[in-house]
């Protein structure tokens, strides 16, 4: 059987940079905060845990005073800053270029269309650490929208300026783009709408690319392993390539969840994973694989 590592799955470069700055740091440190998952890995943060790294959420935040806080690749609202300011907290802020400039954006937008009653629309995942981010540029007035249900929470009389959460569908969001057009064309059509929609595709390409590559890499093997974190919003969207494209195709966290029974008649495996997941748990569960089913000489 002959085992592939996808070399385009694993960190993209905002959380890379991130967990490089939380080991640059525990260097010089026994203990280092950081507010949330710096990852959405189990296995990593169990790893940069036993390093020293400790995850807090926002109440704890509140309460610490005069130390070191990493901020992750994700964003965080201006409230966290605020906070920081308050308890005199060193910030380490490993926030993604993409994603801080996407709050600019989204801070300019809002500021902008304040006057004319406009709306900020967010396709993303409610609760998700990069749109608390984003929201919060906006006072929490934006409004999310993750289905197309949650496009009954727009009032298609008003501006509407539409931006998506930086690691969400392509495909996703313009089929959102579709929708909200349609409904703005029909209240144009009564008369009751004079202004048209602004869409802005702020999704990352470096985790956009990755669907047509994963797309490819997918097809070329008998099974496909896609190793994640339960958490990770960029997983379950890249996991979905990978199934529909190849319908023997299983989600994992680690090499324990391995069910060695979906080998029996590949010849070709293929180990890809999210932008959150790193590159020596994609080697562990090759590894556990090829244990199993040795390279025949």
């Known amino acids: ?49 036993s390093k020293g790294l400790r995850i807090i959420d926002r109440e704890q935040l509140r309460e610490l005073r005069d130390c070191k ?26 926030s993604c270029p993409v994603v801080l400039k996407l709050q600019n954006r989204v801070k300019h937008a809002y500021d902008s269309t304040k006057a004319n009653n406009g709306q900020i629309v967010l396709y993303g995942q409610q609760g998700h650490a990069e749109v608390i981010g984003l929201a919060g540029q906006t006072g929490n007035e934006a409004i999310v929208i993750t289905t197309e249900e949650d496009l009954d929470k727009l009032d298609y009389t008003r501006p509407i300026t539409l931006f998506s959460q930086t690691t969400k569908s392509t495909k996703g969001f313009y089929r959102m783009k579709e929708l909200i057009e349609e409904r703005v064309a029909a209240v144009k059509a009564s008369g009751l709408a004079v202004l048209d929609l602004d ?14 590559q994963l797309d490819k890499f997918a097809q070329q093997h008998d099974v496909v392993i896609f190793v994640s974190g339960k958490k990770s919003s960029n997983g379950k969207a890249l996991y979905a390539v990978c199934q529909r494209v190849n319908p023997n195709s299983y989600f994992v966290e680690n090499a324990e969840e391995l069910d060695m029974d979906w080998f029996k008649e590949a010849t070709s495996v293929g180990i890809c994973g999210a932008t959150s997941t790193p590159m020596w748990l994609m080697q562990q569960v090759a590894d556990a694989i090829q244990a199993e089913h040795p390279v025949e000489a």
């Not at 085992?3 to 525990?26: H, R, W």
């Not at 869409?199 to 047509?212: F, L």
């Open 69 to 94: 806080v990493l901020i992750r690749a994700h964003g965080e609202p201006p409230e966290t800053y605020e906070t920081a300011l308050r308890n005199n907290l060193e910030l380490i802020d490993a």
């Open 199 to 212: 869409a802005n595709d702020s999704i990352c390409r470096q985790v956009s690319n990755r669907e047509p």
């Open 1 to 49: 059987m002959n085992v592939t590592i996808d070399k385009n799955s694993g960190y993209c470069f905002g959380v890379e940079f991130a967990i490089q700055m939380a080991e640059d740091e525990l260097e010089e440190v026994s203990e280092l905060y950081c507010l949330g998952d710096i990852v959405h890995n189990s296995m990593e943060v169990q790893r940069l845990y």
